[in-house]
């Protein structure tokens, strides 16, 4: 498995990139995974949101962030004013990386290795490509390390204004940010309150870039 680049057709076409990725053997994951998920959205959205894979729900749907942290994600970007159609969201991982529970009944989530989130990595580049944002949102740590780097310390960085690094700045140079998985927020539990308000608070800084 060298990764996804073979996969990867010579388009900026979202729907052709899609339709491609489908058929993506660039690493272990599709084997397992029902689907590949791609990004959604706007084709030249202004922002565009980087979460980690597909989680259990999406990878049923096949449609990024429609599950639980999808819908805290939702929630988070209609009080930050940002209306979702009008962004990209996708992942640094297109296929759902889980282990089976004992029974074999349940799916629980396992996070990708370096090695999974770099075979991924040149749809991400593609995505960027056809899109053209003008501000990149990391979502949690495995965007970050597949857009800025594996040694990228998200809670340092958290709030800064970004650039990627030489060689993904493709036909664009977005300001990236950097936040926490709407995941993580949900796992806040006695703070969580206090952690979907800072959450807010990113995006909406985020969107006045
Ligand atoms: N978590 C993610 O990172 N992405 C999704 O699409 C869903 C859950
Ligand atoms: Fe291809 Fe990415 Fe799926 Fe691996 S996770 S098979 S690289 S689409």
Redesign the pocket.
């Known amino acids: 498995h060298p990764?996804?680049q073979r996969?990867v057709p010579d388009t900026r076409d979202l729907d052709a990139l899609a339709s491609a990725?489908a058929g993506?053997?660039?690493?272990d994951?599709?084997r397992d995974a029902e689907r590949?998920v791609f990004g959604d959205g706007g084709p030249h959205a202004r922002i565009l949101f980087v979460g980690e894979q597909p989680g259990n729900e999406e990878d049923l749907a096949g449609e990024p962030f429609v599950g639980p942290a999808g819908h805290l994600f939702d929630k988070a970007l209609d009080r930050a004013g940002i209306d979702r159609e009008t962004v990209y969201v996708t992942n640094a991982?297109?296929?759902f990386r889980f282990d089976r529970s004992a029974n074999g009944r349940r799916r629980i989530h396992r996070k990708p290795t370096g090695a999974?989130i770099a075979?991924?990595r040149p749809?991400l580049e593609a995505e960027l490509d056809a899109v053209r944002p003008e501000i990149v949102v990391c979502l949690g740590a495995t965007a970050a390390q597949s857009l800025l780097g594996k040694d990228f310390k998200l809670t340092r960085h958290r709030g800064e204004v970004l650039r990627l690094p030489d060689e993904l700045r493709g036909s664009c140079d977005p300001a990236v940010v950097v936040t926490v998985h709407p995941s993580a927020v949900l796992r806040a539990r006695s703070q969580r309150d206090d952690a979907f308000r800072a959450f807010v608070q990113d995006l909406k800084r985020a969107a006045a870039l």
């Open positions: 990764g996804a996969f990725a993506c053997r660039g690493c994951l599709y590949t991982v297109k296929h999974q075979a991924c749809w």
